[in-house]
């Protein structure tokens, strides 16, 4: 053990020996809820197979070549090639700030057209020709705040040139978003962490290219956010020598199925890659530095523990373990003036530096407008946005494919959705062991009788549903022909929906009210869950689509309906996308209806699954990676022939309603030649009408 400070805040040891302070999350935590625990069992398989083949690796040749291939595998799922020659990027200098010791110069760095980087550069006004430099990118707020401005003070008094970069969505760059913003670029196979990876890689570009810096003593650092960057990064840009994540590191087993990382620091299928002690490893031979508090709990310390502990395995392979190791603080998620001391000392050391005698402390704090790279604080007009770059991404991949197979055959697009499903959920579907069932008499009309129905869910949890059939005997025998699928309940409706459900519809057909993998959730947690499974290779869409289809087999089971049933499935909001998700994988006879659904990524104002019922800052639960590549949600209604959809008040990918005439030139293909299998009730159409359909589509049904 090696003390490196004695701190009335904080105290600090290096991995090895006791760490003050407590966390309260296991290595391998067990989850109450059954949903949660069913995402941490899935966490947990993967990452025990990633053990197994780490832990089989025997020599540093083994370590190197795994770790070049889980490089490519990270890269591909970036849908990056950093290894193509890339031209040092324009710069623009705007502006100059004299210190103390040294000099702050304002930068506007192009990382790529029309994506500016406001950048503020510190310069140690004396010492060699050439110094080490770090970039040192801040978390989820901005580089003008007192936390980073202290550190980068501190690091250029210490003989670092240091360059701070402005990320997406923060500081001058806040229009560009971040966040919940930036979940659906997983729909084209982009992403907000290789957006921010390639823009740090974009300025240690322009580091290595100043006559200034020794390029080869480049290092990285940052906390949360930052930190984060600064793991990734590390893990792929070997001109990195050093690197320092500060309260970034932790274990995805001990932290991702109930996570509140930000998207920008999850990846679709990164799980698959490895959990963080891979992305360490990655960095071998070069020195890191982890630095993490015992409070955070953002980024659980057990979860730092375990992945430090199995880099330095890795990294002992080679006899370099040496260069892996963790700092421990006494202290909350965030940057301590202590953490900042002890990556003074590592990165002076891994650079050769003498020690210093003293550390040096920070000095004048400078106002946002002082540093601002532009005349107002905001980025120029024509700067790329994030839903600029999903709109652009979207409607390149769908022109390329409409053009590859000029209007591709209906099967070949739905085995491309279907495959991609079954690949996402859980398991194959089958009818489920220990279905129970419990009778609940008649209902408060006295129409209808119900029955409640459940078994456990393909990933973890109850899937319930709420059968409901006429209690009028004369009418049983034609609700045994009609089943009707509903995706919400009575307390999800409005009191007009209420009536024709009272009054029309239970007393006509067997009505099933499903409640799906996780509906019982919060918006939060069901962002939890759907970006957890996300990062590891699954889909809460391609879940609940499974459940959706379990719910059929159990109805044919159980004996519910006749054989040759007509099937209507009515979903609202969300469900809208689940239904045309779940179409081509439907009997043939199903009419889908759609309430108030998002019908087109590619069509709309602005492109951004942003809204009101996600509160949290993940990807939302109907995103399926990588399908608008080759699929519009406007295709999913062509595919899904031959059978019928009625859709109610559709909307346009900013959730605007769209009339029917918008609808019809969205997609001419199907109103051409399906017109009566594709039913469209505009946002000209009084509410009213969808459920008089819904009603006549029971009681009179159209022949299949």
């Known amino acids: 053990m090696r003390w490196v400070g004695s701190l009335t805040a904080a105290v600090i040891c290096v991995s090895g020996g006791f760490a003050w302070g407590q966390a309260d999350r296991a290595e391998i935590p067990v989850r109450d809820n059954p949903v949660f625990q069913g995402v941490q069992d899935h ?16 020599t540093e040749a083994d370590l190197i070549h795994q770790m070049i291939d889980a490089r490519a595998k990270f890269l591909e799922l970036l849908d990056l090639d950093l290894d193509k020659p890339r031209q040092t990027p324009p710069v623009l200098q705007v502006g100059r700030i004299m210190c103390d010791g040294y000099e702050i110069e304002k930068l506007i760095i192009q990382s790529a057209p029309g994506v500016p980087i406001p950048c503020t550069l510190y310069r140690p006004t004396g010492g060699p020709a050439q110094k080490p430099a770090l970039l040192v990118p ?9 936390i980073y401005q202290k550190a980068y003070q501190r690091f250029v008094k210490a003989g670092f040139i240091v360059l701070a970069k402005d990320g997406w969505g923060k500081q001058e760059r806040r229009s560009t978003g971040h966040e919940t913003r930036g979940g659906h670029l997983f729909l084209t196979g982009a992403s907000l962490m290789a957006l921010e990876l390639f823009d740090n890689v974009r300025c240690i570009d322009y580091l290595a290219s100043r006559a200034d810096v020794d390029d080869n003593r480049i290092g990285m650092t940052g906390t949360s ?8 990064c590390a893990a792929v840009d070997t001109r990195l020598a050093a690197a320092s994540p500060t309260c970034a590191a932790t274990s995805l087993r001990a932290d991702l199925a109930d996570t509140d990382m930000c998207i920008c620091e999850l990846l679709t299928d990164l799980l698959t890659v490895g959990d963080h002690s891979t992305f360490l490893a990655m960095a071998y031979p070069r020195s890191i530095l982890v630095v993490n508090g015992v409070q955070d709990y953002i980024f659980p310390i057990q979860g730092a523990r375990a992945s430090v502990r199995d880099a330095r395995r890795l990294y002992a392979l080679g006899k370099k373990e040496d260069r892996m190791r963790l700092a421990e603080f006494d202290a909350p998620h965030s940057w301590h003036d202590d953490m900042v001391a002890e990556q003074i000392r590592f990165f002076r050391q891994a650079f050769e530096m003498p020690p210093l005698k003293e550390i040096p402390s920070a000095d004048a704090f400078r106002s946002y407008r002082e540093l601002q790279c532009y005349p107002e604080g905001d980025m120029p007009a024509d700067s790329l946005t994030l839903a600029d770059l ?15 197979q000029d209007g591709p055959a209906a099967s070949s697009r739905q085995d491309f959705l279907t495959d991609m499903i079954r690949q996402r959920w859980s398991q194959p ?25 459940h078994w456990t869910s393909g990933l973890g949890g109850k899937v319930s549903v709420l059968v409901t059939t006429p209690l009028d005997p004369t009418m049983t025998a034609a609700a045994r022909k009609q089943l009707v699928v509903r995706l919400h309940g009575d307390g999800e409706a409005d009191r007009l929906e209420k009536y024709y459900w009272n009054d029309r519809i239970r007393t ?27 990062s590891s290779g699954k889909s809460l869409l391609a879940e609940r689509v499974r459940d ?9 089971d159980l004996d519910l309906v006749d054989e040759g049933h007509n099937l209507t499935l009515l979903g609202h909001g969300y469900d809208g996308p689940l239904l045309l998700a779940a179409a081509p994988l439907l009997p043939e006879n199903a009419h889908l209806l759609l309430d108030r659904s998002q019908v087109s990524y590619a069509v709309g104002p602005e492109v951004d699954l942003e809204t009101e019922e996600l509160g949290a800052e993940t990807a939302h639960w109907t995103v399926l990676p990588n399908l608008a590549r080759r699929l519009d949600l406007a295709d999913l209604v062509e595919i899904a022939q031959p059978r019928r959809i009625t859709l109610f008040h559709p909307l346009d990918a900013a959730r605007q309603p769209l009339a029917t005439a918008d609808w019809q030139a969205l997609l001419p293909a199907a109103q051409a030649d399906a017109s009566a299998r594709v039913e469209v009730l505009g946002a000209d159409r009084p509410r009213r009408e969808l459920f008089r359909r819904l009603n ?6 159209l022949a299949p």
């Open 508 to 534: 006509h057909a067997t009505v099933v009210e499903l409640t799906y993998t996780g509906k019982s959730l919060n918006p939060h947690e069901t962002g939890q869950i759907a970006t957890a499974l996300l």
């Open 43 to 58: 966490i947990n398989r993967l990452c025990e197979a990633h053990d197994a083949k780490l832990f089989a690796l025997q």
């Open 225 to 232: 956010g930052g930190g984060s960057q600064t793991l990734f």
């Open 548 to 556: 959706l289809l379990v719910t059929l087999a159990v109805v044919d």
């Open 390 to 404: 999903h709109r652009q991404r979207i409607t390149s991949f769908l022109t390329k494919e409409k053009q590859r």
């Open 138 to 146: 801040h978390g989820h707020s901005g580089r003008d705040r007192p």
């Open 696 to 701: 006549q589509i029971v009681t009179f049904p």
């Open 429 to 453: 579907v089958a009818s489920p062991q220990n279905v129970q069932q419990e009778s609940l008499g008649p209902d408060r009309s006295h129409f209808s009788q119900q029955e409640r129905i």
